[in-house]
């Protein structure tokens, strides 16, 4: 059961959402392989390395975005230069432990995930990124039940790494 998981037992569900991701994007028709460091989103110009995590709680979310930075800062330099980085923090857990449905609208899972991102942004200024690491993206998936059956909702946050809004600023991009 989702809410009974543990330290030790969820590593099942981590690589889960990396399967779930890379299934959502190839559904759109992307070509995604399993690749160090979890995810190569590959287009015809560009590739992008996704590093994925999956904290347990909101406190850990920092936490998260650090680890997936240092997986990134190891994976980016022998990868091709039009290669970037993109970290994906699940926050489905955060969000729902695994005992109810959402019941609100698609809009309102989309504002939580808003304002779970613009909460965090910030705790990541002392980040270490690597150059080519250009986005932080908050993911949630979460079973909905509107009265009429149960379906899945996804709601998705990308916002730019600090150092990319620094870079964005300073070439008047914005």
């Known amino acids: 059961m989702p809410e009974a998981e543990t330290a030790t037992s969820r590593d099942g569900r981590n690589v889960m ?5 890379g299934a959502e994007w190839a559904l759109c028709g992307a070509e995604v392989e399993i690749l160090e460091p979890d995810l190569l989103l590959k287009t015809p110009d560009r590739g992008y ?10 406190h850990s979310i920092r936490a998260a975005v650090r680890s997936a930075a240092s997986q990134l800062r190891s994976a980016l330099p022998p990868a091709p230069n039009n290669h970037f980085g993109i970290i994906a923090v699940c926050i489905s857990r955060i969000l729902n ?3 109810a449905y959402f019941s609100g609208s698609y ?15 910030g705790d990541w200024r002392t980040t270490d990124f690597h150059p080519r690491n250009i986005a932080v993206l908050f993911y949630t998936h979460t079973p909905a039940d ?3 059956g149960l379906f899945r909702l996804s709601a998705v946050r990308i916002g730019p790494t600090l150092l990319e809004e620094s870079v964005h600023r300073i070439s008047g991009t914005t």
């Open 97 to 99: 432990p695994g005992n």
């Open 49 to 58: 390395l996704i590093a994925c995590k999956r904290p347990e709680h909101e």
């Open 107 to 121: 809009e309102q899972l989309s504002g939580l995930v808003n304002m779970l991102m613009g909460r965090h942004r």
């Open 17 to 21: 959402f990396e399967l779930a991701l």
């Open 146 to 148: 509107w009265g009429n």
